[in-house]
């Protein structure tokens, strides 16, 4: 079957989706965007989390004709998300530059191609092996956009579905500690 | 496989009388496991997240009547002053993203006897608001759960609502795991006190076939309450009398041993829950007669 939806700002579409592939499985096999990573396939980990109409869900556990006509943000579109929140409007990601994306930011760059808690995430040291870290960037930003000042209970909450098992999550909560301080000053 | 995606109620129901063994999907945080894994095929999956309605609930007199789709994220913001136990349970349910996705219909139809929403229901009270294109009915919870995921849902039927009593008095969940989020209950335990009709229900999860109620232990501490005047006096429940109902929901429980947990274990554990949900229940009971009688 075709599945049209929104990614990342852009219509897209997908064809020869099996009926029962997951939404994770198009994002990474059809539509080359591997941001979002494939590790429990049962919901377990959050590593492969995204933006399902504004709401943060396990993309594995998304059929894919349920996102039909849907609005999805993955990590690859994070920047432009946050562009579009803080600015109204954004360009939204291409296909293309999703692929082409590297890890540039450092902060002093006007155009950065990173959101701001992409680049806290950076500074703050909570990157070891990398492969937790787009479930918890789409889910730490999510939290970030209703809940500006989130007080540790409130991070611990809405990372729990996010596993690292690189080691323990004292970085990642400095990250998200460090993005909300951020945007406390820039507001 | 195919992927019938019905844009209405009504045509939902025409598709699973024309396919009963189309596999209903909502959240998919059961059935895509199931499918991610190999574990099942179905010729047919019913997408029933274009249904607007299913995502909503209105509040009764009596009743809450509850969306089968409504995520448990709603339940936990918009629910917790009506259905106090059951948004407890919603609380423990995986992680965020999960409970932004999966619902009580869904729970219900997996009927997994580790369904986090099952215990709050049973304690609660509540109807399975169940329709098929010959017609609706309402399923009492106490009748709904018939085995090992197995539930009294006809084939050609979908769940479209659950009515869930609005609490009388004070409501607890307690649930035993590993670690506070994504946890499959070890056992998990629901407990409602209802002063108006001086009653009081229980659910146990994951310690027996299917979700049960304990309800000789129910009917126990009814009457040690009445007996004792409690409901009047507001008094601090007699030890023994707590030990004994915490012994015999224990005694409800027909737990295996598995991967999660012994059979022995849940059963104490089972007990423990009683103790401390009676406890919590009955102090918040005690603080509202204070509050309502104005003494100090």
Partial sequence: MRVNFTVNGRPQEADDVWEGESLLYVLRERLGLPGSKNACEQGECGSCTVRLDGVPVCSCLVAAGQAEGRDVVTVEGLADHARRRACGTAPGTSLDAARAWQPRGTGQDADAELAPVQQAFIDAGA??????????????????????????????EALSGNLCRCTGYEKIMDAVRLAAARQGEGA | MDFLRPASWEEALAAKAEHPTAVPIAGGTDVMVEINF????????????????????????????????????RIMERLRGELPGLALAS??????????????????????????????????????EAESVRGTRRIPIDDFYTGVKRNALAPDELIRAVHVTKADGPQQYAKVGTRNAMVIAVCAFGLALHPRTRSVRTGVGSAAPTPVRARTAEEFLAAALDEGGFWENGKVITPSVVKQFADLCAGACNPIDDVRGTASYRRHAVGVLARRTLTWTWESYRGSRRLSEGAA
Avoid: K, M
């Fill in chain 2, 38 to 73: 190999d574990h099942c095929r179905p010729e047919y999956l019913l997408d029933l997240t274009r249904i607007g309605d299913l995502y909503e609930w209105e509040v009764g007199d009596e009743s809450v009547r509850l969306g089968a789709s409504v995520p448990y994220t």
């Fill in chain 1, 127 to 156: 990157v070891q092996c990398g492969f937790c870290t787009p479930g918890l960037l789409v889910a730490a930003d999510e939290l970030l956009e209703h809940r500006p000042n989130p007080t540790d209970a409130d991070i611990r």
């Fill in chain 2, 91 to 128: 609380h423990t349910v995986a992680s965020p993203q999960i409970r932004n996705r999966g619902g009580v219909g869904g729970n219900l139809g997996t009927a997994s006897p580790a369904g986090d929403a099952h215990p709050a229901l049973l304690a609660a009270g509540a109807e399975v």
